[in-house]
């Protein structure tokens, strides 16, 4: 659905009421009374909002502040100020700053506002269709992410270890895909496509960094580790078991979100699993998981990565 209303904040009655009749004829109009207000009408309304006009000085927090609130939460909104004359400086920082398109002189000339207002509609238009695109092609990469991470993990689990470790990676994305790894969240509002390059790479090198540290204490998997590990995963030892009720250790190195720190439980998990060299078995049990490790690993079927990769893509958003 494209955006198509226009909403006008200001505190005097008469000018709401003067705008939404003048302007009604062109989209329809809602109206709020303070900066507070606009911010509420924008949570709720904002995926019908195309322009937002601001008055500039009200009682309390000023119209450009809520200009600055939508530039960052609703991008996509065309903003545009109000003034008089006396207050062109105002307008003039504003559009500076990037807060907003264009000002509009009080008192408003009745064809030159509807200009304005016309080809304020017209570029929420060019924006709604160019986010839309965009919109598409990073829900695709978005789809994309978990399989990457998957690859990150092989590669940096190599980097690491001496020994080989795709037989560690194997139960991590079977255990990843049973316990209902999800889709990332990624913030598309605030990052572009280098961004996320950017949080990946420093993803990889912190999950490294703390590969090292696990592997360096469990050089020697035996009685005392699994007391470790189960500590670690917030779950408690039972002979030679682990018991874990929190799914989050064994999925959040594929579906964490991306630019938050790297959960230490889930890089413990990595590492237990390359330091058994994948000879674990994790099975559902009750509400939660348990954990054994196996005298001999689980042999992959050939091609199981790409299988898992395949799985991961169509993950649940």
């Known amino acids: 659905m494209k955006p198509t209303k226009i909403l006008y904040v200001d505190d005097e009655a008469m000018a709401l009421k003067y705008f939404e009749r003048l302007v009604s004829p062109m989209a329809p109009v809602l109206t709020a009374t303070s900066v507070e207000a606009g911010r509420a009408v924008l949570r709720e309304h904002g995926a019908e909002i195309a322009v937002l006009v601001c008055d500039q000085r009200m009682p309390g927090e000023q119209g450009n502040e809520l200009l600055r609130h939508t530039r960052e939460y609703y991008p996509g909104i065309v903003r545009m100020l109000t003034t008089a004359y006396s207050e062109l400086g105002d307008a003039i920082e504003a559009i500076n700053t990037g807060e907003i398109y ?130 670690a995963l917030s779950g408690s030892a039972q002979g030679d078991t682990v018991k874990v009720a929190d799914k989050a250790p064994f999925t959040t190195l594929l579906d964490g979100a991306p630019g938050e720190p790297v959960s230490p439980a889930a890089c413990a998990w990595l590492a237990w699993l390359i330091a058994q060299q994948g000879r674990v078995s994790v099975v559902a049990e009750g509400e939660g998981w348990r954990i054994q490790p196996l005298t001999t690993a689980v042999v992959p079927v050939p091609d199981w990565m790409a299988a898992a990769m395949e799985q991961l893509g169509g993950a649940p958003a």
């Open 102 to 231: 264009r000002y509009i002189n009080k008192p408003w000339e009745l064809e030159s506002l509807r200009a304005d207002l016309k080809n304020a509609l017209e570029l929420a238009d060019l924006r709604s269709e160019r986010d839309s695109l965009m919109r598409d092609k990073l829900l695709a990469q978005q789809g994309q992410l978990l399989a990457s991470r998957l690859a990150m993990l092989a590669g940096v689990a190599a980097a690491v270890h001496e020994q080989p470790t795709e037989a560690a990676l194997h139960p991590l994305a079977h255990t990843a895909l049973s316990a209902g790894c999800s889709m990332p969240e990624v913030p598309w509002h605030r990052w572009d496509h280098a961004d996320l390059m950017q949080a990946e790479a420093r993803r990889a090198v912190e999950v490294a960094g703390q590969l090292r540290q696990w592997l360096t204490r469990w050089a020697s998997p035996g009685a005392e580790a699994l007391t470790e590990l189960a500590q």
